[in-house]
């Protein structure tokens, strides 16, 4: 297991007679969203032959298997992938956030390489030059494995010449915090960057390229992932300039990014990679694992547990407080009316929401949205809500997110802790921490955006503690917060590669 359900809980769940049952809930999704297991099971030999959905590679004589990894799960995927291609592994990268890679490669013929996120540095350059250089040997009996997860966007950064890596950091930290989504962090990242957008597909050829992607943005979008490695680019020069506007930033984006998308839009420089570019007829892009995923695994988990379950959403975003609001009504509809379910009842809103920063707080998109439900379910017994990034890391904290209930506002009230005050801060960490319902079970090793559990619990009754009903299921989808904003996450300092010869 990647998660163990003790590692999830919190003071209000110790408390909770069905504490533990969330916390085998939660473990459930996190475990199913395993990157080593979603590997093994899209990728195997059929005879001969390498298959992973339609895609099929039969080495020729001489053909040899180049590894690529990068993002949040980027060690286990390689190693699952190293086990599968036993010796038609000739030789590999592997690009991991810095402070989650383990002190060797996985495998004789793989390197791991640190490197910063969510913001690139100098070890993010430089691990990415060293796939280049890997990927100009390729030919054309050859198979380049992309295996691309949530971070690769930060992780694999190659700066497009006449834009400097520092222009690039400042204008990253600007998009992380005015509040644009990860589409329009991504559409600016392609065209500053040559390994975005296509690039490291038209590097690996003339080899064929098969790229396995776990999925960390709401509807998986393959162009958006990663910022899409390997996948044509639909947007343009003149929609990374028309984000710039929606957000006021022109006059704080560096004048070199400025001149880069302006003679671009001017046609002066090439678009990014295409539909029609030839580089992509030999390219198979296969998503592996991802939120809707995770949540089926806590509904399945929910109804063994005797919870009547219903999912809600895997496309939940808009502003994390507003957010928290929403499911808080939900909850508190429950509590009223008992609908949309009556009691036991576990609902799931899996996506990702954002955070517009106002203050200088401590906190991430998963804690605000929890300190958003607070008020709203002030006072109302048996509601619980839990919002965790899959990742373990939620903004530049060391929580994956929060829990809420209906005693949380008394609490804070008697610790004096005012929730308006640190919404107002940004600073939910704080908050929470000061609780003891900060979620704190240290990196998954994997990444599927954001969930957000809402349990209504029976009333603990004497015949009714740790009683079970017998589970049923629903799907709806409600709408969300249309408003979208960006959270910000950790600065990390560059190093450099180890391997395991």
């Given at each position: 297991m990647?998660?163990?359900p003790?590692?999830?809980?919190t003071?209000s769940l110790?408390?909770?007679?069905?504490?533990?049952?969330?916390?085998?809930?939660m473990?459930?999704?996190l475990?199913a969203?395993d990157?080593?297991?979603?590997?093994r099971r899209?990728?195997?030999?059929?005879g001969d032959?390498l298959?992973?959905g339609?895609?099929?590679?039969?080495?020729?004589?001489?053909?040899?298997v180049?590894?690529?990894?990068?993002?949040k799960?980027?060690?286990?995927m390689?190693?699952a992938?190293?086990?599968?291609l036993?010796?038609?592994?000739?030789a590999?990268?592997i690009?991991?956030?810095r402070?989650q890679?383990?002190?060797?490669a996985?495998?004789p013929?793989l390197?791991?390489?640190?490197?910063?996120?969510?913001?690139p540095g100098?070890?993010?350059?430089?691990?990415?030059?060293?796939?280049r250089?890997?990927?100009s040997?390729?030919?054309?009996d050859?198979l380049?494995?992309?295996l691309?997860?949530g971070?690769?966007?930060?992780?694999?950064?190659a700066?497009?010449p006449?834009?400097s890596?520092a222009a690039l950091?400042?204008?990253?930290r600007?998009?992380?915090?005015c509040g644009?989504?990860?589409?329009e962090?991504?559409?600016?990242?392609?065209?500053?960057?040559a390994?975005?957008?296509g690039?490291?597909?038209?590097?690996a050829?003339?080899?064929a390229?098969l790229?396995l992607?776990?999925?960390?943005?709401?509807?998986?979008?393959l162009?958006?992932i990663a910022s899409g490695?390997t996948v044509?680019?639909?947007?343009t020069?003149l929609?990374?300039?028309?984000i710039l506007?929606?957000?006021d930033?022109?006059?704080k984006?560096?004048p070199?990014i400025l001149?880069?998308?302006r003679?671009?839009?001017?046609?002066e420089?090439?678009?990014t990679?295409?539909?029609?570019?030839?580089?992509f007829e030999?390219v198979r892009?296969?998503?592996?694992g991802d939120?809707?995923?995770?949540?089926?695994?806590?509904?399945?988990?929910?109804?063994?547990e005797?919870?009547?379950?219903?999912l809600?959403?895997t496309?939940?975003?808009?502003e994390?407080?507003?957010?928290?609001?929403?499911?808080a009504a939900?909850?508190s509809?429950?509590?009223?009316?008992?609908n949309?379910?009556?009691r036991?009842?576990?609902?799931?809103?899996g996506g990702e929401?954002?955070?517009?920063l106002?203050g200088?707080?401590l906190?991430?998109r998963n804690?605000?949205?929890?300190?958003?439900?607070?008020r709203?379910l002030?006072?109302?017994?048996?509601?619980?809500?839990?919002?965790?990034a899959t990742?373990?890391?939620d903004?530049?904290t060391?929580?994956a997110?929060?829990v809420?209930?209906?005693?949380?506002?008394?609490r804070?009230?008697?610790a004096g802790?005012?929730p308006e005050?640190f919404?107002?801060?940004n600073?939910s960490y704080h908050?929470?921490?000061?609780?003891?319902?900060?979620?704190?079970p240290?990196p998954?090793?994997?990444?599927v955006?954001?969930l957000t559990f809402?349990?209504?619990?029976?009333p603990?009754?004497?015949t009714q503690n740790?009683k079970s009903t017998?589970g049923?299921s629903?799907?709806?989808?409600?709408?969300?917060?249309?408003?979208q904003?960006?959270s910000?996450?950790?600065?990390?300092?560059?190093s450099?590669a180890?391997?395991?010869?």
């Open positions: 990647l998660v163990s003790a590692s999830l809980l003071e110790r408390k909770s007679h069905r504490g533990t049952a969330i916390s085998r809930i473990a459930a999704a475990n969203a990157p080593a297991e979603a590997v899209s990728l195997h030999w059929e032959a298959h992973a339609d895609f099929a590679w039969r080495p020729a004589e001489g053909g040899r180049y590894l690529v990894a990068a993002g799960a980027s060690v286990s390689a190693e992938a190293a086990d599968v036993g010796q038609w592994l000739y590999g990268i690009v991991a956030k402070g890679a383990p002190p060797e996985p495998h013929r390197y791991l390489y640190e490197a910063s996120h969510p913001v100098e070890d993010s350059v430089q691990a990415t030059r060293r796939i250089a890997l990927l040997e390729t030919r054309p050859d380049v494995l992309a691309i997860s971070g690769g966007s930060a992780l694999m950064t700066p497009v006449g834009v890596l950091q400042s204008l990253t600007y998009l992380l915090a644009a989504d990860i589409r962090i991504n559409c600016l990242r392609k065209h500053l960057d390994v975005k957008g690039g490291l597909a038209r590097w050829a003339p080899a390229v790229t992607i776990l999925s960390d943005v709401v509807g998986s979008p162009d958006v490695p044509p680019d639909p947007t020069f929609d990374a300039l028309a506007r929606k957000y930033l022109v006059e984006t560096p070199e001149e880069h998308l003679r671009g839009a001017a046609g420089i090439p678009e990679g295409k539909e029609t570019d030839p580089v030999g892009n296969l998503i592996v939120n809707p995923l995770a949540a089926r695994a806590a509904l399945k988990q929910a109804a063994a005797g919870f009547r379950t219903l809600l959403t496309a939940l975003q808009g994390a407080r507003e957010a928290g609001r929403f499911l939900i909850l509809e429950i509590a009223r009316s008992e949309p379910l009556p036991p009842a576990c609902l799931v809103a929401t954002t955070v517009t106002r200088e707080g906190g991430g804690q605000e949205l929890a300190l958003g439900a607070v709203d002030a006072g109302l017994p048996g509601l619980v809500l839990v919002s965790l990742d373990g890391g903004g530049p060391d929580a997110g929060a809420v209930t209906g005693e949380t506002l008394v804070a009230r008697q802790l005012s005050d919404l107002r801060r600073d908050f929470f921490e000061a609780l003891g319902d900060l979620l704190k240290g998954t090793q994997t990444n955006n954001d809402l349990f209504a619990l029976p603990l009754g004497p740790n017998k049923s629903k799907m709806l989808q409600p709408s969300s917060p249309t408003s904003r960006a910000t996450e950790a600065r990390h300092k560059p450099g180890t391997s395991s010869t």
